[in-house]
DNA sequence: AAGTGGTCTAGACCACTCC
DNA sequence: GAGTGGTCTAGACCACTTA
């Protein structure tokens, strides 16, 4: 690419502008992945702007994955990221809330208990230390979006003893007094089967979406919740631009599916 | 949160540690939601460094979303984010390349042919535009880990008429050659049934993962896919921290489990 | 009106890496 | 050694928002 095929528009701060006049040439195909980028003394002299400000929007690009910098090599269009999709699963009762719709937490059972060895397993504590047990239900507009099963580490969380379920989700409680700094996630489908098909009133065998979560803040584990959404009323939607980050809030445009929402 | 409280370790440059105190600050709990970050002034007196310095340190959090930045109102901690989980799902040949698993595409059926009216509904397409239709397998040591349904409109990639499938398949074919501006993305549980079952080697009823998967160049639509996972040998895994932008593909330890890898 | 952040300049020195 | 990006300075002017 050379500098002097890129334009800029004149609209918003000129580091924008070059910003976009960059990515602009890599999505039109002017540049392709591996080809070198005009170095930051040449866009300088094209702009007629101080190195800083070149720097600010080039290093701002390369932050976002959509070209790459090496010393003395210079910048170069990044390779095309794999095709990829990112979901996200959001605090039910927020999507809910933000749906407009009718949203109830239900618990089911809750039981304070020194950790069995499967507690431990999961929660990654000792066993026998103290955990919280909670099971419940999140219904919108009257059918089971969700099934929540928790287990919660006291000693990271010691005031949740006092919380009363009914009142306030656990998991909304957890966020808003103990901060996590690491998650992790998994998901899978399965066959719902006794129990759990009761729980989430569907039928033995109907495939659901099965998340688990762990967080921890710092070395300690704070909790671990299987999240169970029946397959047929809840789908995950996402949309979003292949660089610049994260999919923001904004570009989620239907989150989920509610039941006549 | 005062500016003295504040300390650096001396390591790396200094916009970087300014960074890291204001983060484990907030992240200790030394600063909530909603309190104050010293301003940009502040800071530099307390770090007798310019301005510019630290506006770049903040400036990084606030992109990252660690705190929000307000004129005349200053910079504060921003309002914890709803609990989340975020998912990436990769195209599964570079994970198996990376799993160093032995991976095989597998083409089922294709046809070119002119949009019938599902097709231009799924595509977002006109209805008797050129597509190509194309169904395959993915198989990881020797077990089927995705079913692909695809469309293609043949507007947007013209060249693919003339690739064989069996030797590179459609999705890293597109991948390389046109490059996508937005996607959108759905996923969901069911229950396999008839020809899927069949072509996914698994039990009728037996539950899958379904990601939908729409990818436009501009206005202009470029391949509409399904992609159907067996539920019991496929998790998706993620991990990662809550600031700090999307999950690296450095924070996910194991992105998908393959059989026998 | 005053405080704050947003942008920008015209330099500077340094570190890395390829030739 | 030369080219490149990474960091940093000591100013400046402006825009926005709240008091």
Redesign the pocket.
């Known amino acids: 690419m050379e500098a002097r095929e890129l334009t800029v528009d004149g609209r ?6 070059i910003k976009r006049a960059i990515t602009s040439a890599v999505l039109a195909g002017q540049a392709r992945p591996g080809d070198r ?8 002299v094209r ?13 701002q690009l ?1 932050a976002e994955g959509l070209v790459v ?7 170069v269009v990044a390779p095309r990221r794999p095709e990829r999709a990112v979901f996200e699963i959001w605090d039910v009762s927020a999507e809910a809330a933000q749906a407009g719709a009718r949203y109830r937490f239900e618990p089911l059972a809750q039981a304070q208990r020194p950790a069995t060895a499967e507690d431990a397993l999961q929660l990654g504590v000792s066993e026998g230390q103290p955990v919280m047990w909670l099971v419940g239900r999140h219904r919108c507009n009257g059918v089971v979006v969700q099934l929540e099963e928790r287990l919660v580490n006291l000693k990271a969380a010691p005031g949740l003893a006092n919380v009363d379920a009914s009142e306030i989700p656990p998991g909304r409680w957890l966020l808003d007094h103990v901060p996590w700094t690491e998650a992790e996630h998994t998901i899978r489908a399965v066959n719902a089967s006794g129990q759990h098909a009761v729980q989430l009133e569907i039928a033995e065998g109907d495939a659901a979406l099965v998340v688990e979560r762990r967080t921890w803040r710092g070395q300690r584990p704070v909790t671990y919740v299987r999240l169970w959404c029946p397959g047929v009323t809840r789908t995950l939607v996402g949309r979003f631009a292949p660089f610049g980050g994260p999919p923001q809030s904004s570009d989620i445009e239907a989150r989920s599916g509610f039941p006549k929402c």
Chains 1, 2 share one sequence.
Request: proline letters at 6%; glycine letters at 6%; hydrophobic letters at 35%.
């Open positions: 918003g701060p000129i580091y924008l502008q980028i005009p170095s930051e003394h040449e866009l300088m702009f007629d702007v101080s190195r800083m400000t070149i720097h600010k929007a080039i290093s390369a910098r090496n010393r003395k090599a210079g910048t």
